[in-house]
């Protein structure tokens, strides 16, 4: 399994940015994905995660409301649509990806710098 995390940038604080993470062919449809972010001095944390199967999705609550996690299977393309973005959503964003019969997510890409300006 193969992921590329991109389309971070700097941003200010209220505007909005789309991720995207394009994932090696079958995995979009196999996999439960996942958006990951860590800041700076900070531990990385869960953002959100998708199961395109299952039509199920999940959220942290410090983005609830504001995120939106999707995806395109066709494309194998995963997306995270972010909103009203705060300054405390800087980080380094990563995709991951797992089985759906495991709990931790097993495979990772490269993350791509969102830096929200105040």
């Known amino acids: 399994v193969q992921l590329q995390a991109y389309g971070g940038g700097l941003v200010q604080a209220g505007g909005s940015l789309r991720l995207s993470c394009a994932a090696s062919v079958g995995t979009f449809s196999n996999y439960v994905m996942g958006w990951f972010r860590q800041a700076p001095g900070k531990e990385r944390e869960f953002v959100a995660d998708?199961?395109?199967?299952?039509?199920?999705?999940s959220y942290a609550d410090s983005v609830k409301g504001r995120f939106t996690v999707s995806g395109d299977a066709a494309r194998n393309t995963l997306y995270l649509q972010m909103n009203s973005l705060k300054p405390e959503d800087t980080g380094v964003y990563s995709c991951?990806?797992?089985?759906?019969?495991?709990?931790?997510?097993?495979?990772w890409g490269r993350g791509t710098l969102v830096n929200v300006s105040s």
């Open positions: 998708i199961w395109w199967n299952r039509g199920t999705t």
């Open positions: 991951a990806a797992r089985p759906p019969w495991r709990s931790d997510f097993a495979y």
